[in-house]
């Protein structure tokens, strides 16, 4: 397993009252980047379930901004991933 450090930028999402975009970004252990993306978008979907709109092809995506194979540092938190609403 290797960590990487993912950003993406979902688009179309139905929040709160209204369509939303948002940015997640997180580390996640992976085997590559492909699965680093995936892991962190089923990690943020237990948090914010709307985000599995992205399975449903209603028109919600999610794009990789940047998918990165980093080093662990202390303190790093691993497998733990952020989203922030626009």
Same mark, same amino acid.
């Given at each position: 397993?290797?960590?990487?450090?993912?950003?993406?930028?979902?688009?179309?999402?139905?929040?709160? *009252?209204?369509?939303?975009?948002? #940015?997640?970004? $997180?580390? !996640?252990?992976? @085997?590559? +980047?492909?699965?680093?993306?995936?892991?962190?978008?089923?990690?943020?979907?237990?948090?914010?379930? *709307?985000?599995?709109?992205?399975? #449903?092809?209603? $028109?919600? !995506?999610?794009? @990789?901004? +940047?998918?990165?194979?980093?080093?662990?540092?202390?303190?790093?938190?691993?497998?733990?991933?952020?989203?922030?609403?626009?």
């Amino acid at each position: 397993m290797n960590l990487w450090a993912v950003m993406a930028v979902g688009e179309g999402f139905v929040h709160l *009252e209204g369509t939303a975009s948002f #940015e997640l970004y $997180g580390v !996640v252990s992976a @085997a590559d +980047a492909s699965a680093a993306l995936g892991k962190a978008i089923e990690l943020a979907a237990q948090r914010w379930p *709307e985000i599995a709109q992205a399975r #449903e092809g209603n $028109g919600a !995506v999610i794009n @990789a901004e +940047a998918v990165d194979n980093i080093t662990l540092t202390p303190g790093m938190e691993v497998d733990v991933v952020d989203v922030s609403w626009m």
